[in-house]
């Protein structure tokens, strides 16, 4: 998957063809505004053709090519009978071409043409409406960090990114997913591509609910039920994975559903390996987002300068799982080693802006 969301699938399939025709509508709205634009003006160009020829052909059989009729002034021009079907169609009157009672040929064209005219204007006008509509375009403004982080929080390994809302109006019952995916060959020898598993970025506590009012960091803890446990930091940077990342909600302004999408590979996943060796200890940089939440006199600012910026922190450079064995082993005297340490401190320019509401940038 892209950054932007978008699927990275070709399905060959040899009824795709003929599955898209039989849901002729949804392809239609699912085309790009080119091939929709094109499909619009080809519905009326072949209905406007098709019935100048329909009412020409019924003027040349009725003889009313020289004397009138059925169908008055349709005479040895095509463009005449043209100019008639458009009048009947946008119902700008005739002038001195009309359909006379003694031909019930033109008056059972002229049915046709109402009925197939009112469904095209159906379908062609109900395509360009959703299409204006689709909350796809509400997705823009629901932007989420270029790379994703892990440091440690609370003592935990944890995996962040952050996501945000560049618009006033909110998503209402915004939820987020994460999906690990990754190729896995089972022990029968079995080979499952993009096999997908769950992270939970807060199911069991509800922090998956997200009030998008301000930027948020969305946490997931690297525990025994986590994808990323026995990875360490060489192996994060090693072995090729994707985590998309599946932020859903209502559009408050239209009702409608919206779901943006993006995705970190492995080389997105920032946890840089170091050479700082304290007792046996080899630690790593590890890396927490800058703030970006202030309070100002009378509300509180959102510096989106800051919404990608990252500073360093040492963290051990082990897997999850491998630092947990560390920790309960009694032959391991110093455990302080693998305790929170910040490699770097927090910047400077940030360190005297004590109001900063630091909960409200982070879940």
Not at 268 to 291: C, D, H, N, Q
Request: aromatic share 12%; charged share 25%; with cysteine.
């Amino acid at each position: 998957m892209t950054k932007s969301g978008e699927c990275n699938i070709r399905h060959d399939a040899k009824e795709k063809t003929k599955r898209f025709l039989q849901d002729f509508f949804t392809t239609l709205v699912d085309l790009k505004w080119t091939y929709s634009l094109g499909v619009f003006l080809s519905f009326y160009a072949i209905t406007w053709l098709l019935f100048s020829g329909v009412y020409w052909l019924i003027a040349h059989f009725r003889g009313d090519l020289l004397f009138y009729k059925a169908v008055k002034e349709i005479r040895s021009s095509y463009l005449t009978a043209f100019l008639f079907f458009i009048e009947t169609e946008t119902t700008v009157g005739y002038g001195r071409r009309n359909i006379q009672s003694n031909c019930p040929e033109a008056v059972l064209a002229l049915v046709i043409q109402c009925l197939i005219g009112t469904f095209v204007d159906a379908v062609m006008v109900g395509c360009i409406f959703i299409k204006l509509s689709k909350p796809t375009n509400r997705t823009d403004t629901l932007i989420f960090s270029t790379d994703a982080v892990i440091s440690q929080r609370d003592g935990k390994y944890c995996f962040m990114f952050r996501v945000g809302n560049l618009r006033s109006s909110l998503i209402v019952q915004c939820r987020i997913r994460a999906k690990f995916v990754k190729n896995r060959q089972t022990m029968e020898g079995e080979f499952i591509p993009l096999m997908q598993t769950d992270m939970n970025v807060g199911f069991d506590t509800g922090a998956d609910k997200l009030f998008l009012v301000t930027p948020l960091i969305v946490c997931h803890e690297i525990n025994e039920k986590s994808p990323l446990w026995e990875l360490s930091e060489e192996e994060i940077s090693q072995k090729h994975f994707e985590i998309i990342v599946i932020l859903e909600g209502i559009v408050e302004s239209t009702g409608m559903i919206c779901q943006a999408r993006t995705s970190y590979l492995n080389t997105e996943t920032k946890w840089v390996k170091g050479f700082l060796a304290i007792k046996l200890v080899i630690y790593s940089k590890g890396f927490r987002f800058m703030p970006m939440l202030f309070q100002s006199q009378h509300h509180f600012t959102a510096d989106h300068s800051n919404f990608n910026s990252t500073y360093e922190i040492r963290m051990s450079a082990v897997s999850a799982s491998l630092r947990e064995k560390m920790i309960k082993d009694p032959f391991y005297k110093d455990r302080k080693t693998l305790s929170i340490h910040r490699y770097k401190s927090l910047p400077l320019q940030y360190q005297h802006r004590n109001k900063r509401i630091s909960t409200m940038d982070e879940s």
